[in-house]
T-cell receptor, first 112, second 113 residues
Framework: LAKTTQPISMDSYEGQEVNITCSHN???????ITWYQQFPSQGPRFIIQ???TKVTNEVASLFIPADRKSSTLSLPRVSLSDTAVYYC?????????????FGAGTRLFVKA | DVKVTQSSRYLVKRTGEKVFLECVQD?????MFWYRQDPGLGLRLIYF???????EKGDIPEGYSVSREKKERFSLILESASTNQTSMYLC????????????FGPGTRLTVT
């Protein structure tokens, strides 16, 4: 199971674009990269998932370079309500012996 | 939208009591999961189930058991609650093809006194 490394915390201001990078140097060929968002006292919420290059949805974009050893979650024009913890997970979607490692995540604080 | 519900938002139990935490999902998902979340330790997987009556141990199964008699329902059982099981318990579900796209319930904050 690929280990991930993220910054512990980040600060931003409303209206800015925020990029959170996750390192996963030993990612395996069949591994996908998944990001979650968690607000205080709530369960995590699935944001986006990708395998390579770029994935975009209504919430965020995910950039994955060719070597796939890292990935960047991009949040366009953040607002105060984007203050949350963001988790990066890496794993094989088809693996029978599923294990989850959420890690500590990145605590994003958006200021007015 | 996927909906995952948990039987209680807050629960207070005494040491030694048997505790049942219930989780129900309405999306016909094959996979269901139980986590606990503690400050500084993140989310840790207790058990997961990939089919009715099937279960797999996660990272911290000691002191817990699970039951899945119906596809939509996954129960976490604390046979004899202890104070170190005071925590936030989160249930999640996903379809069989992607165990990493999980949908979480609101959580149950359990306090064992």
């Amino acid at each position: 199971l690929a280990k991930t490394t993220q910054p512990i915390s980040m600060d931003s201001y409303e209206g800015q674009e925020v990029n959170i990078t996750c390192s996963h140097n030993n990612i395996a060929t069949n591994d996908y990269i998944t990001w979650y968002q968690q607000f205080p006292s709530q369960g995590p919420r699935f944001i986006i998932q990708g395998y390579k290059t770029k994935v975009t949805n209504e919430v965020a974009s995910l950039f994955i370079p060719a070597d796939r050893k890292s990935s960047t979650l991009s949040l366009p024009r953040v607002s105060l309500s984007d203050t949350a913890v963001y988790y990066c997970l890496v794993g094989d979607r088809g693996t029978g012996g599923f294990k989850t490692i959420f890690g500590a995540g990145t605590r994003l604080f958006v200021k007015a | 939208d996927v909906k995952v519900t948990q039987s209680s938002r807050y629960l207070v139990k005494r040491t030694g009591e048997k505790v049942f935490l219930e989780c129900v999902q309405d999306m016909d998902h094959e996979n269901m999961f139980w986590y606990r979340q503690d400050p500084g330790l993140g989310l840790r997987l207790i058990y997961f189930s990939y089919d009715v009556k099937m279960k797999e141990k996660g990272d911290i199964p000691e002191g817990y058991s699970v039951s899945r008699e119906k596809k939509e329902r996954f129960s976490l059982i604390l046979e004899s609650a202890s104070t170190n099981q005071t925590s936030m318990y989160l249930c999640a579900s996903s379809w069989a093809g992607d165990p990493y796209e999980q949908y979480f319930g609101p959580g149950t904050r359990l306090t064992v006194t």
